[in-house]
């Protein structure tokens, strides 16, 4: 598996990564079975695997816990680099709170190194922006935490330019995280919140010219992009179905767009999760394409996508699949 280098992290990145969503427990992910999470975690550290990406969101707690004890188990804790959040608390009545303030970061990542057994994590990500309190008091507590050796990297998932270009007035911000799939490549949305930043027209500039690493999430759409979409519904439990873009007209939608993918996978002899994979591989600006994966034969399939490139044919045949799909949405379709 290749890897990439960036200039603000010492690192050599593994291509695809590991996404750990779907580890969040059987009562968030309806295809979540412990012991093949932890096989799947195993299997990746043995293909080389080395960017595993979680939060305490994910299962409340629950992904963190199993990646940790999995780590712990396999020795390999060194190896690997590590990436988790802050900032989205989970309220008991399964309401969320954003707080970015010193109090609560320091709560959380004590919280984090202990489910995650570890003493650091190598990028602590801002989960999302906090309008409640200064970026200077959170800036300030992440340097304070890197001084003490609990993280290694600072990073920011979901801000807008303007908002990490006045954190980068306080300290360096190594990466950056944003919604970026094959479909969506300038969102508006996640889930009911509202998106600050446009990938392509902000984040990938602003990417390039600080030397950040860009991680993006949701690769594969919840698993839109993948040959399994329609043989898998999400159960009553599974926090995917709240994502009103998976219903009604947009759906429709997103089937018809589905069906010219699948075509065009089985021409290629490739899968739509692969293309989808290999289509983020080619992004100068994407670091490693954190793709979850709920059991080894999904994971396996998944890096297959470093074994061949999309040519500039069938490139230009995906955008316009993809610009059709843009217009008939009103989503913003851009190519960089």
Not at 232 to 256: C, F, Q, V
Not at 277 to 304: E, M, R, W, Y
Request: glycine share 6%.
């Amino acid at each position: 598996m290749f890897t990439k280098n960036v200039f603000s992290i010492d690192y050599d990145f593994s291509a695809i990564g590991l996404g750990c969503r779907s580890f969040s427990g059987k009562h968030y992910w309806s295809t979540y079975d412990e012991a093949g999470s932890i096989q799947t975690i195993n299997t990746a550290l043995g293909c080389g695997v080395n960017v595993f990406d979680v939060s305490p969101t994910y299962g409340n707690g629950h992904a963190e816990s199993l990646l940790g004890k999995t780590l712990y188990a396999s020795k390999k804790r060194g190896s690997v680099f590590l990436i988790t959040k802050c900032g989205i608390i989970l309220e008991k009545n399964n309401k969320i709170r954003i707080d970015l303030s010193r109090e609560s970061i320091l709560k959380s990542i004590d919280e984090s190194l202990k489910r995650l057994k570890t003493t650091y994590v190598d990028l602590y990500s801002c989960h999302f922006p906090d309008p409640n309190t200064d970026i200077e008091e959170t800036m300030e507590t992440l340097v304070f935490l890197k001084k003490l050796g609990k993280i290694r990297y600072i990073g920011f998932t979901n801000f807008s330019e303007s908002e990490t270009r006045r954190a980068l007035r306080v300290a360096k911000v190594n990466a950056v995280q944003g919604l970026y799939n094959l479909i969506e490549r300038n969102p508006r949305y996640v889930y009911n919140s509202a998106l600050s930043y446009l990938v392509e027209k902000d984040l990938f500039p602003l990417c390039r010219e600080e030397s950040m690493a860009f991680f993006p999430y949701s690769p594969l759409f919840h698993g839109v992009l993948t040959d399994n979409y329609r043989r898998h519904l999400y159960g009553n439990t599974d926090i995917r179905k709240d994502d009103p873009k998976l219903s009604n007209e947009r759906l429709r939608a997103y089937l018809s767009l589905l069906e010219k993918l699948e075509a065009l996978a089985k021409e290629l002899g490739k899968t739509v999760s692969q293309i989808a994979i290999n289509f983020l591989i080619q992004k100068d600006t994407v670091t490693s394409v954190l793709a979850g994966a709920s059991n080894p034969s999904q994971l396996i399939s998944n890096l297959h996508a470093v074994n061949f490139m999309l040519g500039p044919d069938e490139l230009d045949l995906i955008d316009k699949y993809v610009r059709e799909f843009s217009l008939s949405t009103g989503d913003i379709f851009q190519t960089v």
